[in-house]
């Protein structure tokens, strides 16, 4: 089961501090509105529970500050291109990390606990890392479980079959087995059978 350690839920009661400042609300599974980003990490961290109960402590971290305070730096800063896009990837990656690790820092966690979530919030290395590979599979599966129907419902069908075509190879076997066990209604089911075809 999960480590339980008193700087690990310290960690996490900052990291939803920090999240629950977010001004973006979302209903979460009771219909109950909540921070955007809080509700997200909450989701990141039961999804890491039931794919891999015994997840190294760097995981559980990494994935509950894997946005967080994501709405502090808006997509419209950037160009509306491609590079646009990328550039405001990478410039979030970095924040996320950097903020994370200063709440970790807060928490009690030595430097080199902190690097090792900076890298994983990052996603260095992803193929070659296995904890990042892990991350992935987190990702994507709370992104196909909970915001995958609202994107598809706002953008072209090609748009929508395109990311799940990106969005595939970046899991593992284990990953792909777990997204079609998820309860997928019949609209986000046909999309995804489309894309894999």
């Known amino acids: 089961m999960f480590n ?15 999240n629950g400042e977010d001004p973006n609300q979302e209903l979460n599974e009771a219909g109950q509105p909540e921070p955007k980003e809080l509700l997200y990490a909450r989701r990141m961290t039961a999804c890491l529970a039931h794919v891999a109960p015994d997840a190294p402590e760097a995981v559980q971290l990494a994935a509950r500050c894997q946005h967080i305070r994501r709405w502090a730096i808006p997509r419209q800063d950037f160009p509306l291109t491609r ?18 690790g200063g709440l970790m820092a807060q928490a009690g966690y030595e430097p080199a606990a902190i690097e090792r979530v900076q890298q994983l919030v990052q996603k260095l290395r992803l193929k070659d890392d296995p904890e990042v590979q892990l991350l992935e599979d987190v990702i994507c599966l709370v992104f196909l479980e909970y915001y995958f129907l609202p994107f598809a419902t706002q953008h072209p069908e090609e748009k929508v ?5 990106k969005t595939w190879p970046k899991m593992t076997t284990r990953g792909h087995a777990l997204a079609l ?17």
Not at 4 to 18: C, H, I, K, T
């Open 4 to 18: 339980n350690s008193a700087r690990l839920a310290e960690a996490f009661r900052l990291f939803d501090l920090a």
């Open 83 to 100: 590079p646009g896009y990328h550039q405001w990837r990478n410039t979030l990656k970095k924040f996320h990390a950097e903020l994370a």
């Open 161 to 165: 079959i395109e990311i799940v075509q």
């Open 181 to 197: 066990q998820l309860p997928f209604t019949p609209e986000a089911q046909a999309l995804i059978t489309k894309a894999l075809a």
